[in-house]
């Protein structure tokens, strides 16, 4: 079993930052793939981010050059960092470890992006 802890969402004023943590602990293979999703009220689960445990980074267009995903593999822990936020990226933040037969997620962290 794999539990994921997700940390450091909040409230932030457009063009601020902000820095997700997500945790995983449990039974965890070496080569595994950790991400970042998010879901808007109404919207459909989208991409965020994702990062291989060797580095190798993906990012969909609408935050490519904001964001940023980093790991700590002796950590098992993955991070966001989230630059020049807009109001439309208000949403759920969900991370995700997942690996051959194997896809866990978080609970889940709110982040608003509002004056």
């Known amino acids: 079993q794999v539990h994921m802890v997700e940390s450091g969402g909040g409230l932030v004023q457009p063009g601020g930052s902000l820095r997700l943590s997500c945790a995983a602990s449990?039974?965890?293979?070496?080569?595994?793939?950790m991400g970042w999703y998010r879901q808007a009220p109404g919207k459909q689960r989208e991409l965020v981010a994702t990062i291989t445990s060797g580095g190798s980074t993906n990012y969909p267009n609408y935050v490519k050059g904001r964001f940023a995903i980093s790991r700590d593999n002796a950590k098992n822990t993955v991070y966001l960092q989230m630059n020049s936020l807009k109001p439309e990226d208000t949403a759920v933040y969900y991370c995700r470890i997942s690996w051959y037969k194997s896809d866990y997620w978080g609970q889940g962290t709110q982040v608003t992006v509002s004056s």
């Open positions: 449990g039974s965890i293979v070496s080569i595994n793939i």
